[in-house]
């Protein structure tokens, strides 16, 4: 499976981007997914996810400004981020993977810049 993240760019703090992840055909609903970012230096971490049954699931600290969504039909995942502050400002990664296995077993893509400026 080929993952490709685009939406990312440079904003104001405040701002709004909203990130979207393709992939080559496969029934994405059958799987967990979910976006990950990577900040300078530090660790990367998960931000939002669905698991196989479609339940999502949002880090605290981006809860109430950022909103996960799918398209089955599209195959794409979306990522809505409002409210941006400068510490959103990372390394954005979409990835798919099995139920029951860890994210980095799964599919990734390259990763789109996020950039948030006060």
């Known amino acids: 499976v080929q993952l490709m993240e685009s939406g990312g760019g440079s904003v104001q703090a405040g701002g709004s981007l909203r990130l979207s992840c393709g992939g080559s055909?496969?029934?994405?609903?059958?799987?967990?997914m979910g976006w990950f970012r990577q900040a300078a230096g530090q660790a990367r971490e998960r931000v939002a996810s669905?698991?196989?049954?479609?339940?999502?699931s949002v880090m605290h600290f981006v809860k109430g400004r950022f909103t996960i969504t799918k398209d089955n039909e599209k195959n794409t995942l979306y990522l809505q981020m409002d409210s941006l502050t400068p510490g959103d400002t990372a390394l954005y990664y979409c990835?798919?993977?099995?139920?029951?296995?860890?994210?980095?077993?799964?599919?990734w893509g390259p990763g789109t810049q996020v950039i948030v400026s006060s």
């Open positions: 990835a798919v993977w099995d139920p029951y296995k860890p994210p980095s077993s799964g599919s």
């Open positions: 055909a496969m029934p994405i609903h059958s799987r967990n």
């Open positions: 669905f698991d196989n049954n479609g339940r999502a």
